[in-house]
């Protein structure tokens, strides 16, 4: 007996299907003809294929009421339900009934015809056939479906991310569908500042001992210069027996040499400058130089006055030939009182003693005691890139060491890097681990299960695969890498 399941229920429970029913039906092929103007005949316009019927002649014995009730329930849908014939299990027709059974009862005998409405005029595969898209010789995903049946099906698909990825698009002869967005990016360019050193309370162990001071040669390095925590930290220790040699001024350097350079750059710390006795003189110099030896910009401060208390800051930028020029000078009293001295013990008590130095592009800007002064660099010495800090304390050369000024120190220094390019990760449509499903039935796109139709791009054509071969290519974001894993499947159908 030839089984008939509609919908899931088997039918030969009820009937039987008599002879003379037959699968060999085709779909009605249908032309739409246009008139020629002014000739004979028409030209086909389009040609198509509408519903197919399969009428089934059946036969039932014996219960015929029960039977014929059980199959009004079966048979009553709405819409189109699987159905599969037993001489063609590997075919699945969405079909309902249509019209009377016209049953005939003889006795416990009865015959009559079920007709079969296919919608869509085709016989559907009960399973899908799957391809997998792999690298061409372009270095992009293709793949080729092979539809070796009679009808043009829908293709769906299965893209599984392997990494961040903010765009799909799935290409044939047949049309081209679009998901996401081609130009997202992996990040946003920015900026940020970058710490080369931070030198806390006197610990400044990553400062050398420098030989030769760039801002000005003349001032000679006879001794090391050492640090310590006291009075919150101070680096400008001298040794008490320390004599000139002779030059111009005379004491000791100690550098910092950063792990990269720097275009533009900030420097912020905090400055002691404080005589204990009106004859004490001496020279504080903090100085930028460039990866090739040569000083930028440097905030100098010294008091040469044997008679009176007068100190100079001076702030100073390089120039081409190595030379530094003076390009402001403050006079100020470098006594323990606030006001007058910024840089002096009260100072520090409350917490003012701070200065800093910053360039960007071409412009260095100088802070003392409120105030800004902001100077513009020569073209060439402003495409020097900062790569060590120099600091110099000494005394003249013509003055004994133990006349220098009491208190000359530096500490809490901080030398950043600014705007140090870099991207920032951001979060794309598809990241890693996404799986992006496209329901070629439907003609919908899911991502991890849920429906996204706002992903789809305007003008997106979902294609067919026709009978022979498609070849299928896809695109990602630049930044995809590794490209997904992309797997297709089809339906085959039979006319």
């Known amino acids: 007996m030839l089984s008939v399941n509609f919908n899931g229920h088997e039918l030969n429970k009820y009937i039987g299907v008599l002879s003379g029913f037959t699968l060999l039906k085709g779909a009605e092929f249908l032309l739409d003809l246009q008139d020629i103007d002014g000739g004979n005949g028409s030209r086909v316009f389009n040609t198509h294929y509408g ?11 014996n219960d015929l009421i029960n039977k014929y009730d059980e199959l009004q329930r079966i048979l009553k849908v709405d819409e189109p339900k699987p159905l599969i014939f037993g001489n063609a299990p590997d075919r699945i027709y969405y079909a309902m009934p249509v019209g009377d059974m016209d049953m005939d009862e003889f006795l416990n005998f009865g015959k009559g015809t079920i007709t079969w409405l296919v919608p869509d005029g085709l016989a559907h595969a009960t399973t899908e056939t799957p391809f997998q898209a792999t690298l061409n010789s372009d270095g992009v995903l293709e793949a080729t479906v092979v539809n070796d049946r009679t009808a043009e099906v829908p293709i769906s698909y299965e893209i599984k991310h392997k990494s961040d990825n903010g765009y799909v698009g799935i290409v044939s002869e047949y049309g081209v569908m679009e998901f996401g967005n081609i130009q997202e990016a992996d990040g946003t360019e920015l900026t940020k500042t970058v710490t080369l050193t931070s030198n806390q309370k006197g610990d400044f162990a990553n400062w050398t001992n420098g030989t030769v001071f760039a801002e000005n040669p003349t001032k000679k390095a006879v001794t090391t210069m050492d640090s310590d925590s006291n009075f919150g930290g101070r680096l400008g220790l001298l040794p008490s027996g320390m004599t000139g040699d002779g030059s111009a001024y005379y004491g000791a350097i100690k550098e910092f040499t950063a792990t990269e350079t720097a275009d533009s750059w900030y420097i912020w710390a905090r400055a002691w400058f404080e005589t204990g006795k009106v004859e004490q003189t001496g020279m504080w110099t903090l100085a930028v130089v460039s990866d090739e030896g040569k000083p930028i910009a440097a905030m100098s401060i010294h008091k040469s006055s044997l008679v009176s208390n007068d100190a100079i800051v001076t702030f100073q930028l390089g120039k081409p030939d190595g030379t530094m020029n003076n390009v402001k000078e403050i006079k100020f009293t470098p006594s323990y009182w606030l006001p007058p001295n910024v840089y002096g013990a009260q ?21 003392y005691w409120g105030g800004y002064h902001s100077f513009v660099l020569d073209s060439e010495v402003a495409s020097y890139q900062a790569e060590k800090v120099q600091f110099f304390i000494g005394q003249f050369g013509t ?7 009491t208190h000359m ?3 809490d220094f901080t030398f950043r890097k600014l705007n140090v390019p870099y991207v920032r990760d951001d979060p794309n449509r598809y990241g890693d681990g996404t799986l992006l499903t496209i329901d070629g039935n439907e003609r919908k796109p899911y991502v991890n299960g849920m429906l996204r139709l706002d992903d789809e791009v305007i003008g997106t054509k979902y294609f ?15 930044f995809a890498n590794p490209l997904p894993d992309v797997k297709l499947s089809i339906r085959k159908a039979w006319l």
Request: no cysteine; net charge positive; aromatic share 14%.
């Open 51 to 61: 519903p197919k019927t399969i009428p089934m002649p059946f036969m039932a014995r």
């Open 347 to 367: 100072s520090i008590d409350k917490n003012s003693n701070m200065f800093d130095l910053k360039k960007e592009g071409d412009k260095v800007t100088f802070f």
């Open 399 to 405: 003055r004994e060491a133990g006349k220098r000024v």
């Open 409 to 411: 120190y530096l500490n």
């Open 464 to 478: 067919l695969a026709p009978p022979g071969e498609t070849k299928i290519q896809f695109y990602f974001s630049d």
